[in-house]
């Protein structure tokens, strides 16, 4: 996600050679371990990684203030920067054995790190670093194999963001999301579109690697089995290119060409849908604000489509982002304090309120929930409303997953540009992927 995910579309991979590098530099590998624990009375410096804007920026410094306020021994070194460039940049500080102490990970990293032993499992820190008020959906996105690796930072949805003054210059009613199905979806884009000035559409292309694991989701698939493979079948992927390319072919969509440029502009106020030429876009929850920023007008949330009418639900609660500790820290009892008192502290929470999600402690949430603003609190009461309605935690991708996203983008393009038809475009997804993933 832009700011928040990852999981998110605009994911960057790690290196194949910094993910070589980094498995000599894991416990057993050489090198000191870093697993000692702390002299209670000795002074710790914390480093602390994560990504975001200038505002994420001093909102998490009035945190770690807070924190080191609290614990006068301890010093919260914080190292972050813009998203594209995070995860290449940690892979490498972790391959030359200097990672960091907190590390902020998102979609399928946390495994992905976890596999190669580069993350503590946080049963050395249970006493610690609590979870028993942490939403259980979003503490598994930090489970592998029966280990907790990370606690979220919050909680997240994805759904389509809908802009009702779009809809109504254009003459076409809001679509009701406890009954619409994806050709109410393809029909409803092409009326927006129709009745728009040119240049605005229907909705942007919807493709993104969440998108296919939430419509496989709704067939009673996933992009991923919990073995580790790809579960996704050749047809669902052919039936989803056929439908964007209808849309497309239709005008409710972009054509390929600026479809294919938006795919490399991960800001919400690049996207159309920030810029006000866009009816509809599929986004993650934590979204909404900044969209509503750029776009200057109150947009609103809705489920996917197809929920009700599906053999399954698709949505799921997922976690923004996930705190995880490095395997190598000489400080675990430190860093689990920063960890908790970001995740489980009403103190924290009052500060970054919704920056990382909706709180996924749920005593943090009920203390800052009056507190929220206007645009956070329409997420969270939308992630309210849903909860109940959403299907099971999501399948997190086995290492190598992280590839999905480029590889959909690459298919995507040829795809849309007819280089490949929906089937042709289905099978080298599903090939590349596959071949990712061993």
């Given at each position: 996600m832009k700011h928040h995910a990852p999981t998110y579309r605009a994911a960057r991979r790690i290196t194949a050679l910094a993910l070589a590098g980094l498995l000599l530099a894991l416990p057993g590998c050489g090198g000191d371990s870093g697993s000692g624990s702390d002299d209670p009375n000795a002074p710790v410096t914390l480093r602390f990684s994560?990504?975001?804007?200038?505002?994420?920026?001093?909102?998490?410094?009035?945190?770690?203030?807070?924190?080191?306020?609290?614990?006068?021994?301890?010093?919260?070194?914080?190292?972050?920067?813009?998203?594209?460039?995070?995860?290449?940049?940690?892979?490498?500080?972790?391959?030359?054995?200097?990672?960091?102490?907190?590390?902020?990970?998102?979609?399928?990293?946390?495994?992905?790190?976890?596999?190669?032993?580069?993350?503590?499992?946080?049963?050395?820190?249970?006493?610690?670093?609590?979870?028993?008020?942490?939403?259980?959906?979003?503490?598994?996105?930090?489970?592998?194999?029966?280990?907790?690796?990370?606690?979220?930072?919050?909680?997240?949805?994805?759904?389509?963001?809908?802009?009702?003054k779009v809809f109504k210059a254009a003459g076409v009613p809001l679509p009701d999301d406890d009954t619409w199905t994806w050709d109410d979806f393809r029909r409803i884009a092409e009326q927006v579109a129709k009745g728009s000035?040119?240049?605005?559409?229907?909705?942007?292309?919807?493709?993104?690697?969440?998108?296919?694991?939430?419509?496989?989701?709704?067939?009673?698939?996933?992009?991923?089995?919990?073995?580790?493979?790809?579960?996704?079948?050749?047809?669902?992927?052919?039936?989803?290119?056929?439908?964007?390319?209808?849309?497309?072919?239709?005008?409710?969509?972009?054509?390929?060409?600026?479809?294919?440029?938006?795919?490399?502009?991960?800001?919400?106020?690049?996207?159309?849908?920030?810029?006000?030429?866009?009816?509809?876009?599929?986004?993650?929850?934590?979204?909404?604000?900044?969209?509503?920023?750029a776009s200057g007008t109150e947009l609103v949330l809705m489920r996917a489509p197809g929920e009700s009418t599906a053999t399954k639900p698709g949505m799921w609660l997922q976690a923004s982002q996930i705190y995880t500790i490095s395997a190598r820290t000489k400080h675990q009892e430190a860093a689990a304090k920063l960890v908790n008192f970001l995740v489980n502290d009403p103190a924290a929470g009052k500060i970054t309120l919704a920056n990382r999600g909706i709180p996924a402690n749920s005593e943090v949430l009920a203390a800052v929930k009056p507190s929220l603003p206007r645009d956070e609190g329409a997420s969270a009461d939308f992630i309210a409303q849903i909860t109940p309605k959403v299907g099971p935690a999501l399948i997190i991708g086995p290492t190598g997953s992280t590839e999905s996203v480029k590889i959909l983008e690459r298919t995507n393009a040829e795809v849309l540009f007819n280089r490949q038809t929906p089937a042709q475009g289905a099978q080298r997804f599903l090939e590349e992927l596959t071949s990712a993933i061993r």
């Open positions: 994560w990504w975001g804007n200038e505002d994420r920026a001093k909102l998490t410094q009035q945190a770690i203030d807070a924190f080191q306020a609290a614990n006068p021994g301890i010093t919260v070194k914080p190292e972050y920067g813009d998203f594209n460039g995070y995860f290449d940049k940690l892979a490498t500080s972790v391959a030359a054995n200097d990672a960091p102490d907190v590390i902020t990970l998102g979609g399928a990293y946390p495994r992905e790190y976890g596999d190669r032993g580069a993350l503590l499992d946080l049963a050395e820190v249970k006493d610690t670093l609590k979870t028993d008020k942490i939403d259980q959906a979003a503490l598994s996105n930090g489970n592998f194999d029966g280990k907790q690796y990370g606690v979220p930072t919050g909680v997240n949805a994805f759904g389509v963001v809908v802009n009702p000035p040119k240049g605005t559409y229907g909705a942007e292309d919807p493709t993104s690697a969440d998108m296919l694991d939430l419509y496989a989701r709704q067939r009673g698939e996933s992009l991923y089995t919990e073995e580790g493979k790809v579960g996704i079948s050749e047809k669902t992927l052919t039936d989803w290119f056929t439908m964007t390319t209808a849309l497309r072919d239709a005008g409710a969509t972009p054509p390929a060409a600026l479809t294919s440029e938006l795919a490399g502009q991960p800001a919400p106020e690049q996207t159309l849908m920030g810029r006000g030429l866009a009816g509809m876009q599929l986004d993650w929850t934590n979204q909404l604000g900044s969209l509503r920023k």
